[in-house]
C-alpha cells in the first residue's frame, strides 16, 4: 500500500530564510512523487514531480526537492522565503497498479514571517 | 486555452439527500479525477475515469459514483448525503498519465 507521511502541519519560517517541508513516503512500486502548493480558496497547483530522472528535482517559484530512495524521502526546499510562499503544500505520491491512484499526504501550512 | 473549471461553487445540502458535481476538464484532457478535501486534511482520491471508464477507485463508499462524458466533462453524484460528506470536492484533468490541472473545487455543506 501506499502512503505519505508530511512532518509538521505547521512550519514558520521568517523572510528570506531556507524553508524545508519534509515528506516521507511509502510504496511498494517505484513512484511518482509530487508537491503540490494550495492557496486559499483556491485549487491545488503542481510545484514539481519526480518521475523516476534526475533525483534532484527543480520547480516553479524556486522550490526543489531531492528524491532519496534509501530514506525514503522527498523534501521540498527553497533557499530564500518570501511572503507570498505562505501557502498550505501538499505531497503526494502516484502509482499505477491496475488502475491509476494519487494519495496525498496532510499538508502542511507554511507561516512566513516579515 | 480554458483551464478546469468546476460547478456550482458551494453547496448546501441536507442529509438524506443526492447531489451531482460538475466538471469540466482542461482543453484535450481525456482522463479525470476527483478527489475530496476535508477541512484541515489533505485531498483524498475518490476515483478517475480514462476515456468515460472507471480507471481506479479509492476507498469511498458506492454511493459515490462518477461520469464521464464524450467530451471529457465529467459528474460526481453522491447519494444518501452524510454530514461527513461536507468538504471541499476537486477534480483534476490530464491527459492519460500526465501532469495533473486542478478546479477551483466546490464546497459541499451537509446539514
Known amino acids: 500500500a501506499q502512503s505519505v507521511t508530511q512532518l509538521g502541519s505547521h512550519v514558520s519560517v521568517s523572510e528570506g530564510a531556507l524553508v524545508l517541508l519534509r515528506c516521507n513516503y511509502s510504496s511498494s512500486v517505484p513512484p511518482y512523487l509530487f508537491w503540490y502548493v494550495q492557496y486559499p480558496n483556491q485549487g491545488l497547483q503542481l510545484l514539481l514531480k519526480?518521475?523516476?530522472?534526475?533525483?534532484l528535482v527543480k520547480g516553479i517559484n524556486g522550490f526543489e526537492a531531492e528524491f532519496k530512495k534509501s530514506e525514503t524521502s522527498f523534501h521540498l526546499t527553497k533557499p530564500s522565503a518570501h511572503m507570498s510562499d505562505a501557502a498550505e503544500y501538499f505531497c503526494?505520491?502516484?502509482?499505477?497498479?491496475?488502475?491509476?491512484?494519487?494519495?496525498f499526504g496532510a499538508g502542511t501550512r507554511l507561516f512566513v514571517k516579515a | 486555452e480554458t483551464g478546469v473549471t468546476q460547478s456550482p461553487t458551494h453547496l448546501i445540502k441536507t442529509r438524506g439527500q443526492q447531489v451531482t458535481l460538475r466538471c469540466s476538464s482542461q482543453?484535450?484532457?481525456?482522463?479525470v479525477s476527483w478527489y475530496q478535501q476535508a477541512l484541515g486534511q489533505g485531498p483524498q482520491f475518490i476515483f478517475q475515469?480514462?476515456?468515460?471508464?472507471?480507471?481506479g477507485r479509492g476507498n469511498f463508499p458506492p454511493r459515490f459514483s462518477g461520469l464521464q462524458f464524450p467530451n471529457y466533462s465529467s459528474e460526481l453524484n453522491v447519494n444518501a448525503l452524510e454530514l461527513d460528506d461536507s468538504a471541499l470536492y476537486l477534480c483534476?484533468?490530464?491527459?492519460?498519465?500526465?501532469?495533473?490541472?486542478f478546479g477551483p473545487g466546490t464546497r459541499l455543506l451537509v446539514l
Open positions: 483534476a484533468s490530464s491527459l492519460t498519465s500526465g501532469d495533473q490541472y
Open positions: 519526480y518521475t523516476s530522472a534526475a533525483t
Open positions: 482543453s484535450g484532457h481525456n482522463t
Open positions: 475515469y480514462y476515456r468515460e471508464e472507471e480507471n
Open positions: 503526494a505520491v502516484s502509482v499505477n497498479t491496475g488502475g491509476f491512484k494519487t494519495i
